[in-house]
C-alpha cells in the first residue's frame, strides 16, 4: 500500500510553483510551455477569448488517435494489444475504490460502493475501466475520441445488462465542458500521454469535477527506467504493445503532473505506482512511481 512518505514527498511537491521550476528541466519549460519569464504587457496580448471556449482548446493528437483506431477491434482481446490494460485493471481499480470510497465517505467492502455517484471515463477506449466502475455501482459516462472504440465498447456493454446502463459518447473532455456537464468523479487513465496539450486537458478535467468532486490520473514517468521497461521492453523485446505506442518525450513525471494539476484547481493527495512482478505476471500498487504511476486529486473550493 502507498506508505505515509509518498503524501509528505507529495506536499513537498505542491509547495509554490517556484520551488518545483527549479527541478523542472529545460524541456519542460519550452515543450510543455512551463516559462519563467515575466508576462508580456497587455497591450501586446491578443484578446481573451469569450467565456465559452475557456477550455475548448483541442486536446485531440490525430496520429495518436490513428494508432488505436488501428486496432480498436483488440479491446476486449485479453492477449491482444490491450494485454497489460486487463493485467493492470484489478491493481488500478484498487486503488480508485479505495480513494474514492474514502472520499466520498463510501464503505469499499460493499459490492456497490459507488450507487449514486456519477463517473466519467475519459479516453475510455473499449470499456475496459469503465464496465467495472459500472459494476461498482457508478453512473457511468464513457468518452473517447475515436468513434470505433465507443462502437466497441457500447456493442461489449450491452451483453450484460449492469453494463448496458454505461453512456457511451464518441467526444472529448473540452466539448463536455462546453456542454457544461458536472461528474463527481473523472476518470482519465493511461490518456494524458496521447493528448495534444496535457495542461489544457488538465484544466478540462478540472471543469468537469463537481466540486468537492475527485480526479484521478494515471500515466507513465518521464524516466530512464520508463524508456527502458515501458518503451525498449515492453514494445520491442516482449512484443505487449505495438511498436510507437508510447513516445517518451509525452510523458509526464509526477513533479510535473502534481504541477499542471494544482494550476487547474486539483490538489494531489496521493499517488502510487504500479509494478510488475514478472514472477507472478502481476502488477501490484506500490510506493514506486518511477514508471507507472497514479495520482488521486480533490478540486479546490473557487
Ligand atoms: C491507452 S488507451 C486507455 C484506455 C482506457 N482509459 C483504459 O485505461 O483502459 C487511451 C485512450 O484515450 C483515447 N484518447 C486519446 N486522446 C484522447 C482525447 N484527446 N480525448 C478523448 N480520448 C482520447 C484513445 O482513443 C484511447 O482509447
Known amino acids: 500500500m502507498v506508505r505515509k512518505h509518498l503524501i509528505t514527498r507529495l506536499r513537498n511537491l505542491t509547495r509554490p510553483a517556484s520551488h518545483l521550476h527549479s527541478h523542472c528541466p529545460n524541456f519542460l519549460q519550452t515543450r510543455r510551455h512551463f516559462s519563467d519569464a515575466p508576462?508580456?504587457?497587455?497591450?501586446?496580448?491578443?484578446?481573451?477569448?469569450?467565456?465559452?471556449?475557456?477550455?475548448?482548446?483541442?486536446?485531440?493528437?490525430?496520429?495518436?488517435?490513428?494508432?488505436?483506431?488501428?486496432?480498436?477491434?483488440?479491446?476486449?482481446d485479453a492477449e491482444g494489444p490491450f494485454k497489460p490494460l486487463h493485467v493492470m485493471n484489478p491493481t488500478r481499480l484498487a486503488f480508485i475504490r479505495s480513494t474514492l470510497c474514502r472520499h466520498f465517505r463510501k464503505d469499499p467492502h460493499c459490492t456497490r460502493p459507488f450507487e449514486g455517484l456519477k463517473f466519467v471515463d475519459v479516453g475510455c477506449g473499449g470499456g475496459i475501466l469503465s464496465e467495472p466502475l459500472a459494476r461498482m455501482g457508478a453512473t457511468v459516462t464513457g468518452i473517447d475520441a475515436v468513434e470505433k472504440n465507443i462502437k466497441i465498447a457500447h456493442l461489449h456493454a450491452e451483453l450484460d445488462p449492469i453494463t448496458s446502463s454505461i453512456d457511451y459518447c464518441c467526444t472529448t473532455a473540452e466539448k463536455l465542458v462546453e456542454e457544461q456537464r458536472k461528474f463527481d468523479a473523472v476518470?482519465?487513465?493511461?490518456v494524458i500521454e496521447h493528448v495534444a496539450e496535457p495542461a489544457e486537458f488538465c484544466k478540462s478535467l478540472s471543469a468537469l469535477t463537481d466540486s468537492g468532486g475527485a480526479i484521478l490520473i494515471s500515466t507513465i514517468n518521464r524516466s530512464m527506467r520508463a524508456y527502458a521497461t515501458a518503451i525498449i521492453m515492453a514494445e520491442y523485446v516482449l512484443h505487449w504493445l505495438p511498436k510507437g505506442t508510447h513516445e517518451w518525450s509525452s510523458f509526464l513525471t509526477p513533479e510535473e503532473l502534481v504541477l499542471i494539476l494544482q494550476r487547474s484547481s486539483v490538489s494531489v493527495q496521493e499517488m502510487a505506482g504500479f509494478v510488475y512482478n514478472p514472477l507472478t505476471g502481476r502488477w501490484s500498487l506500490s510506493d514506486d512511481i518511477g514508471v507507472n504511476f497514479i495520482a488521486y486529486g480533490t478540486k479546490n473550493n473557487e
Open 187 to 190: 476518470i482519465a487513465l493511461e
Open 39 to 76: 508576462p508580456p504587457p497587455a497591450s501586446a496580448l491578443p484578446p481573451p477569448p469569450p467565456a465559452s471556449n475557456v477550455h475548448s482548446k483541442s486536446s485531440l493528437n490525430q496520429t495518436e488517435l490513428n494508432k488505436f483506431a488501428s486496432i480498436a477491434d483488440t479491446w476486449w
